[in-house]
């Protein structure tokens, strides 16, 4: 299958999950007893439609989410007469708040099952596994020894560089390095702390190979390098030795189907920790986001839309890389389902908020002895409400444009 149609494929399962998350919406407030008017998969026109059971079920022509209307979300919502007990106003404050949780939970849910099963079948990422500058620093000293240094610059083998120091010295991948011109090293990044404070030219390599010691003579190059301490500052003249971290612990994991319960408990917690955590980061992209559009490099750390989305999982299908995918289909879910329980209308949290506010405002009043509020009134905080969906919308033609433009690639 072609990375178009895999493309393809991982937008429409993005287009179902999405759609779960309005059914959610519509089961469970079917289930308290409330009129669901509409229950729609896309937006626009409508290509069909059926009713059953007081709703109307279809599909539009734009396969860009979904929707589920239920009668009275808001006491202002016109209702017919005939609805007007089942308007989702009049039931209580608990079962509306399951109402317009559960397409969050169901996001949730999704995320859930789709990780036990990467965790027992395809593969997780490996907490192990280094994924910060300063951790990849504190591993030990094993090396991959390199086919050449560049001179100038930290870039790909290029005809006319010098050999690998390491190589023609004989030190080989997996060795494990243990001082340069004794001076003892600890970790990866003392190993490079002390190549790069010794002189160019000849210098006496210990490591360990299959448990046992050995040493060799290497000539290290001098190369142009920015300091360790300031990687955007200006290149100095420093020693090389022409290696790289071989890191022992595998990128992915498996489980089994057993083990994989215990490991989705624990996936879950990391993956709410990444996600409010990219969502901190989101702030201070949106200008790389903008400079992405207008010429420069595109930061791997900028946020995506559903489209970028698709074309990574695309990509990775189309690579075979079924864990990339299964990871990215459920990070999205997680964030979707973060996203819409913000407490700000017209999302679910924003709903959710009022509801709570108006209770916690009425429990207030009766305990001053001073007459209910009542509700809030949804007019006043339509200026709130439309300042937040022109900056939803300004963002997601932002990261839309940004991926079209300049897609974020695996390669």
């Known amino acids: 299958m072609s990375r178009v149609l895999f493309t393809i494929a991982f937008a429409m399962a993005v287009l179902v999950s999405y759609s779960l998350h309005e ?18 998969v896309g937006y626009g026109p409508t290509v069909f439609s059926w009713r059953r059971g007081g709703t109307e079920y279809g599909v539009k022509a734009l396969p860009v989410g979904g929707f589920c209307k239920i009668a009275g979300m808001v006491p202002d919502d016109p209702v017919e007469p005939a609805d007007r007990h089942l308007a989702m106003w009049r039931f209580p404050l608990w079962k509306r708040t399951v109402v317009m949780a559960s397409g969050a939970m169901t996001q949730f849910l999704l995320a859930i099952v789709a990780l036990w099963f990467a965790a027992a079948f ?32 930290a870039r790909a083998c290029a005809a006319g560089d010098p050999v690998s120091p390491a190589r023609k010295a004989g030190l080989r991948d997996g060795d494990v390095l243990t001082s ?80 994989a319960f215990g490991a989705t408990v624990t996936y879950s917690g990391w993956l709410a920790g990444q996600t409010v955590e990219a969502a901190k980061r989101i702030p201070a992209k949106v200008p790389a986001l903008w400079r992405s ?30 864990s990339t995918v299964l990871m990215i289909f459920i990070g999205l879910n997680v964030f979707m389902g973060f996203f819409n ?59 839309v444009t940004a991926d079209v433009v300049n897609p974020i690639t695996i390669q």
């Not at 620093?137 to 086919?147: D, F, L, M, R, S």
């Not at 001073?370 to 006043?380: A, F, H, I, S, T």
């Open 122 to 153: 395809v593969g997780v990422p490996n907490l192990a596994y280094p994924q910060t500058p300063a951790q990849f620093n504190a591993q030990p000293a094993a090396i991959v020894v390199g086919q050449c240094v560049t001179p100038e610059a």
């Open 180 to 259: 340069v011109n004794g001076v003892a090293i600890g970790s990866y990044g003392e190993m490079v702390r002390v190549v790069r404070q010794s002189l160019p030219g000849p210098a006496k390599i210990a490591f360990t190979r299959d448990g046992r010691p050995g040493t060799v003579v290497a000539d290290l190059s001098a190369v142009q390098r920015a300091p360790l301490d300031d990687p955007a500052g200006a290149a100095g003249t420093v020693a090389a030795l022409g290696v790289d971290l071989q890191v022992s612990a595998p990128r992915e994991v498996t489980y089994g189907p057993v083990a």
């Open 23 to 40: 059914a959610g919406h519509m089961l469970s407030a079917k289930r308290f007893g409330m009129r669901v008017k509409r229950f729609f």
């Open 341 to 399: 329980l913000l407490p700000l209308l017209p999302l679910d949290g924003g709903h959710i908020a009022i509801w709570w506010f108006e209770r916690a405002r009425s429990w207030l009043a009766a305990r001053r002895g001073r007459p209910d509020p009542g509700r809030v009134d949804y007019y006043k905080l339509m200026p709130v409400t439309y300042a937040a969906i022109i900056i939803g919308a300004v963002f997601t033609l932002l990261t």
């Open 293 to 322: 559009i207008t010429g420069d490099e595109r930061d791997p750390e900028t946020p995506i839309s559903v489209v970028g989305a698709s074309l990574i999982g695309g990509e990775a299908a189309s690579l075979g890389l079924w």
